[in-house]
């Protein structure tokens, strides 16, 4: 874990690299989503429920 | 390090820490340095970190690292992430501050700076990181459950029905009342209006940048984010200097107050890769790096503060706000010292990402006296104006008038010397037509932090830059609470809505989400526009008496939690605050609302005006009123359910 993807992940950037590694490990026979369609949906993800963003 | 010897340092930070203490309480008739408050603080929450968190983590809760976490246990690679505590820290601490603690704080200074202080350091290390670290733990160990889920589950369904409602309600008065805080600090500002609204384009052009030009560069992206922002600094300088465009863009409350409830609900409905994502990578960039920067300015210039310790106001006849120290000084400290609002951060993305339980400790509560200290910050930048400065920019027009004569007479006469050519001299350096009743706490925090920016980066000029970088980035810290937060309150409402037409409640398609949206927005700005035609000191109030109650429901789950984990003596640690939040939120809202004095009473100030302000008085009266209902009820029901686990016979409450 570098610094700057320390930073990446602070800030908030959804991981994709710890999403491949994941379904690779333990859902091999599932389909992974593209980079693209990972993020709009991580990204959709956050901002539809209290949780992620206070005053 | 040996048994003794840790014995020793400890009691030599115990001793330090009452020292330093005894110099801000006993400090009369002279300045106090801030290192003073800075070495209070410290010690105050290195005690508290090493000794209550430590008690919570293994008595209370007995934290193990061996028992999976949800993070762990659902791990799925999106939503449950196990996270190195380091990021999940660094998350948490993003999340969790935003304005609150910067504005509350520069608020409370009318009482002089050692009630803020005690409530900071206090609150922080008793209640609000209690409170944070509580619910995470609690919250872990309910597979990542959130806050209205555990209040349903624990409590009981009025309960859960209750927070969730409360969640609503919170959100439309935080969000109103920062709408507000901008609103006074870009009103008459065409410098501070044209570098915000350059943001917008700024961040659509980072979404379409991270879209299509260089997709998923972040780091790059937000590097040219943070270059265009300076450059929008300059540009904004350039429009106050040019009539024609200064003229322009000098905007009354009112038109600023449309454009942001244009800007949330443009936020609502476009997809959040195009703006919210975007924006929300660039100020949790320039977050971070600016609470840095004022922490190493204000280390190594320690101010002096010249704000009395204890000021005439404490008797409650203040002009920044209204109602005596107690309850209000516990109202309006709410962020920093103990913040509902975070419970639903603990109790949302956090927990998904824990990988080990011990770690609930550094992140929770250490989270939270970290926030305690930009708290603390943000109170030296204030206390070290002059007081004289202070008034000036805080208080309405009704006290202190439209000229800077008037102003300079009205303060002075109040004992805090200041003169028109002063008042005159910090308008033109900070590069503003006038700095009078700008009220809401950003412009006198703008000023403190552009002091300190100003002396510690450039030799004590560039006043003016500084300035407009300060009002930029609290303003930044804003537009992401009420962009993210409208998002968030569309869905909710959308939710409910679904109850009634499930038509309604789907989120893709296109008419529920425009009136879901448009509900919401409205929402917020009938107080936003209301809190601009009745000034700025109701809504401040309101929103600290929500937070608080928040928290109240979040202690009553917390202690809940603990009773039946079979710890009823532990519940203490919830206990105590929560009994004290519900004796500030209940007095405080009784006073806001039947108070005869009409500065404070909502219905005796009903009955002095016309037209729509009675409205709006008796607007604010309701909120109060059923967030204070809100509150009984839900610790209510939690005292019902606290007796039948503690006497399981029946013989206090019998149950069927």
């Known amino acids: ?55 | 390090m040996s048994k003794a010897a840790r014995s020793v340092l400890w009691i030599g930070v115990a001793a330090v820490g009452a020292g330093a203490f005894a110099m801000l309480a006993l400090a009369r008739g002279e300045t106090v340095s801030a290192a003073w408050l800075l070495t209070a603080a410290v010690a105050t929450y290195a005690i508290g970190y090493r000794f209550y968190s430590r008690f919570i983590a293994q008595r209370v809760f007995q934290l193990d690292a061996a028992r999976t976490t949800p993070a762990v246990k659902f791990n799925d690679g999106r939503d449950y992430v196990p996270t190195n505590r380091v990021i999940v820290f660094g998350h948490h601490f993003a999340a969790i501050a935003g304005p609150g603690p910067l504005v509350g704080p520069t608020l409370a200074a009318q009482f002089g700076f050692l009630p803020g202080t005690i409530w900071l350091l206090v609150g922080a290390v008793l209640g609000g990181a209690v409170q944070d670290f509580v619910i995470l733990c609690a919250s872990i160990r309910r597979d990542g459950k959130t806050l209205a889920g555990m209040a349903r589950e624990e409590i009981g369904p009025l309960a859960g029905g209750m927070a969730l409602f409360a969640i609503l309600g919170i959100m439309i008065i935080l969000i109103a009342v920062l709408a507000l805080v901008i609103v006074n600090a870009l009103k008459s500002s065409p410098w501070g209006t044209v570098t915000l609204m350059l943001t917008i384009p700024i961040a659509l052009f980072l979404g379409v940048y991270l879209r299509w030009i260089r997709p998923h560069r972040v780091l790059e992206a937000t590097a040219i984010g943070v270059a265009l922002l300076i450059g929008a600094l300059f540009a904004g300088q350039w429009a106050a200097a040019d009539p024609t465009v200064a003229k322009m863009f000098t905007l009354s409350p009112m038109v600023l107050a449309w454009s942001l409830m244009i800007y949330g609900f443009a936020a609502s409905v476009l997809p959040v890769w195009l703006l919210l994502a975007p924006r929300d990578y660039l100020s949790a960039f320039v977050k971070i790096g600016v609470v840095l920067a004022l922490a190493i300015g204000i280390l190594f210039l320690l101010p002096p503060l010249k704000m009395p310790a204890l000021t005439k106001y404490i008797d409650g006849s203040g002009p920044v706000f209204a109602g005596s120290l107690f309850p209000f000084a516990f109202i309006t400290i709410a962020c920093g010292a103990v913040s509902g609002f975070h419970a639903l951060i603990s109790s949302g993305t956090t927990p998904k990402m824990l990988e080990k339980e011990p770690d609930a400790r550094p992140v929770g509560y250490g989270g939270m006296l970290t926030e305690s200290m930009v708290a603390v910050m943000a109170l030296i930048a204030a206390c070290a104006l002059t007081p004289g400065v202070y008034f000036a920019i805080n208080s309405p027009a009704s006290a202190i008038g439209t000229t800077v004569t008037s102003a300079a007479t009205a303060v002075s006469s109040w004992g805090f010397q200041v003169s028109p050519q002063d008042l005159e001299n910090l308008a033109h350096q900070v590069g503003e037509a006038s700095l009078l009743s700008r009220t809401g706490g950003a412009p006198s925090l703008a000023v403190g932090m552009a002091t300190i920016f100003s002396r510690f980066f450039s030799g004590g000029g560039a006043l003016a830059l500084w300035y407009h970088f300060a009002i930029m980035f609290e303003a930044l810290f804003i537009l992401t609470v009420l962009d993210a937060g409208t998002r968030v309150g569309r869905f909710i409402l959308q939710d409910l809505l679904g109850n009634i037409s499930p038509k309604l409640g789907q989120v893709s398609w296109y008419p529920g989400v425009i009136l879901a949206s448009a509900l919401f927005v409205a929402g917020w700005g009938v107080f936003l526009i209301q809190g601009i035609t009745g000034g700025f000191n109701n809504l401040w109030p309101l929103f600290g008496i929500a937070n608080q109650l928040l928290a109240a429901i979040a202690l009553s789950v917390g202690t809940t939690v603990i009773i039946k984990m079979g710890k009823p003596r532990y519940a203490l640690v919830t206990l105590i605050p929560l009994v004290w939040l519900v004796a500030i939120t209940s007095t405080a809202s009784v006073q806001k609302i039947f108070a005869a004095d009409p500065k404070l009473g909502l219905l005796a100030h009903a009955k002095t005006v016309t037209g729509s302000l009675i409205f709006a008085d008796y607007l604010d009266a309701v909120v109060a009123g059923f967030f204070l209902i809100s509150v009984l009820v839900v610790v209510f029901d939690a005292v019902r359910v606290w007796l039948r686990v503690i006497a399981p016979t029946g013989n206090l409450a019998p149950q069927p």
């Open chain 1, 1 to 55: 874990m570098t610094l700057l993807s320390s930073l990446l992940r602070i800030i908030g950037v959804p991981d994709y690299e710890g999403y491949v590694t994941h379904m690779r490990e333990r859902h091999p026979e599932q389909p992974v989503l593209s980079r693209d369609d990972f993020m709009r949906e991580r990204l959709s993800a956050r901002y539809e429920r209290p949780g992620a963003r206070c005053c």
